[in-house]
């Protein structure tokens, strides 16, 4: 045993338990800081334009078949958004979405009318045929009319049947005409420029096949916006356009709220001075679109689900804004803790190891509970992560069994490393192979590896079983974790997480298999009186 281990083992779990509390506190505490970004004119507001679905209630959405949108709801969501802008651009007129141009018209406020163009040829003439009716209906309300929203994009008509739609629709609306899509597919289509009035493009710096940075997203939105202006002879209408506040990062491409007002602030401010014309994406959090594009999908609203303001125009703003329930989480688990130490009489020393192991408990249970609500899309994925979070905090109790010198449980910790391997494999695998839509789950596993790391140091002596079922098993789940880490990280260059993900499973791969040796080895007289008396 080297002289580091032996000064190691003799520091008590409460010193390790202070610092890394220490350091847990400091993180939050940091998020919720205030930072200074650029403020944007005053006379740059209300936004031009923003999109508008009303699909962010709990069961709502618009692949639900029979999905009907009350009229009130309508009037009480443009209410909100009279606050923020004049304008809203939707995307169909079915499931109730036709009384939208009546419920503006009573607020004042303008509509971009869309038509849903899909695969059906039925469905696509019927909403063309509302769609137009209420564009002549509502004429003073309704600005545009956008026929098909990146149709090309997802291959479900041709040029020549867009052609078709768009000339019908010119032929029986006097609203200017226009169809949306990302930017790059209207240079491989221009011919659709002789068919409308005005030009709507898509520009999407987190959705771009080579993502872009937030330092370098508005210039690159200024940067295509010259481009196009150097192909297309009609005026341009940014139809899409913003920042996502959470969710998985891409490439240099960071999901945030800070990053998401940087954007918007950075965009407004620019659109300004260059006087283009926009629409932002958009109005409300869309919970359901998370099961299509992931986390990230749910969280481009600017306003949050029970809309309110996910970010101001001016002053400064912090990442999060959760105030003292953090902390209080963490003192009410951590004052649990320590009245059953008193109830079961156990030291001083003893008492400290439970306040300090309950309040990061509930310091980072609340962390972890806020992204499992976050992360989840569906039955399926909130069982395995919040599966996940209750294996991390089982085997914390685990090690906090041992820091008391108490009897180890072993069979169950055995089953729990290799429950938490397995983990590591099926995430980084999954990661690997469809991860574009998937998120890093480091909150989730950071407290159980950091405990189980303050087991293994507490050890004066290297153990004395020979390598078992369960050393073996978890080393070679964790090797291919490690692996496919190792892949995503290489493929995806500048996305930080990936790499502080690789790093988890490396070290994982270090502490795990080495605990499984360990696992069930009582403490000798020495080892379990370190356990519980501070240096």
């Not at 679109?289 to 970010?311: A, H, P």
């Not at 979070?389 to 090690?399: D, H, I, K, R, T």
């Not at 729990?416 to 998120?439: E, I, K, M, P």
Request: glycine share 8%; proline share 5%; hydrophobic share 45%.
């Amino acid at each position: 045993m080297t002289i580091l281990q032996r000064l190691l083992s003799k520091i008590s779990p409460i010193v390790w338990l202070t610092l890394f509390l220490m350091g847990s506190v400091y993180y939050v505490w940091r998020l919720q800081q205030p930072q200074a970004l650029l403020e944007v004119d005053a006379d740059a507001l209300p936004l031009q334009c923003i999109s508008y679905s009303p699909y962010y209630k709990p069961g709502m959405s618009p692949l639900v078949k029979d999905m009907f949108v009350d009229p009130l709801q309508i009037e009480q969501d443009l209410q909100a958004l009279s606050k923020v802008t004049r304008c809203v651009r939707t995307y169909s007129v079915g499931q109730g979405m036709d009384y939208v141009p009546k419920a503006a018209q009573k607020l004042g406020m303008k509509v971009i009318l869309g038509a849903w163009i899909g695969w059906l040829e039925d469905l696509n003439q019927a909403e063309l045929k509302l769609a137009v009716q209420q564009a002549n209906q509502y004429p003073e309300t309704v600005r545009g009319m956008v026929v098909g929203n990146e149709v090309l994009l997802r291959g479900e008509q041709s040029e020549p049947k867009m052609h078709g739609y768009l000339q019908w629709v010119k032929a029986n609306t006097k609203v200017p005409v226009t169809y949306a899509d990302v930017w790059e597919f209207w240079l491989k289509h221009p011919t659709l420029e002789q068919e409308v009035d005005f030009v709507t493009v898509h520009i999407l710096p987190y959705w771009e096949d080579k993502p872009v940075a937030i330092e370098q997203a508005v210039a690159h939105t200024a940067s295509v916006m010259g481009h196009l202006g150097t192909v297309f002879k009609k005026p341009i209408l940014i139809g899409e356009t913003g920042w996502p506040s959470q969710g998985r990062q891409r490439f240099w491409a960071k999901p945030s709220a800070i990053n998401q007002a940087k954007y918007m602030r950075g965009f407004l401010q620019v659109a300004k001075q260059s006087q283009w014309q926009y629409n932002v994406i958009e109005a409300v959090d869309q919970p359901w679109k998370r099961e299509l594009e992931g986390t990230v999908g749910g969280y481009w609203g600017v306003l949050d689900t029970d809309l309110n303001q996910k970010f101001s125009l001016q002053g400064a703003m912090a990442e999060r804004a959760d105030g003292l329930k953090p902390y209080l989480a963490g003192l009410v688990i951590g004052i649990v803790c320590l009245a059953y130490g008193y109830y079961r009489r156990r030291s001083a020393s003893q008492l400290a190891v439970l306040a300090l192991s309950g309040m990061l408990l509930g310091l980072h249970g609340y962390l972890q509970l806020d992204y499992v609500h976050m992360a989840a899309r569906n039955g399926l994925e909130l069982s395995m992560l919040a599966g996940l979070a209750v294996l991390g905090w089982g085997l914390l109790g685990l090690q906090v069994r041992q820091w008391l010198g108490m009897t180890p449980n072993a069979c169950l910790e055995q089953v729990a490393l290799r429950l938490l391997a397995l983990a590591f494999l099926l995430t980084s695998a999954a990661l690997a192979v469809n991860g574009r839509y998937l998120d890093f789950p480091i909150i989730l596993v950071c407290l159980p590896m950091v405990a189980i790391t303050i087991s293994l140091l507490m050890r004066r002596t290297t153990p004395l079983q020979t390598a078992n079922t369960t050393f073996w098993l978890v080393a070679a789940l964790l090797v291919m974790a490690a692996n496919c880490a190792v892949a995503v990280a290489i493929m995806e260059p500048g996305n930080t997480m990936a790499w502080w993900w690789t790093g988890m499973c490396g070290a994982a791969l270090l502490v795990l298999p080495i605990r499984s040796l360990h696992v069930g080895m009582p403490l000798t007289s020495s080892q379990a009186d370190s356990a519980y008396h501070s240096v």
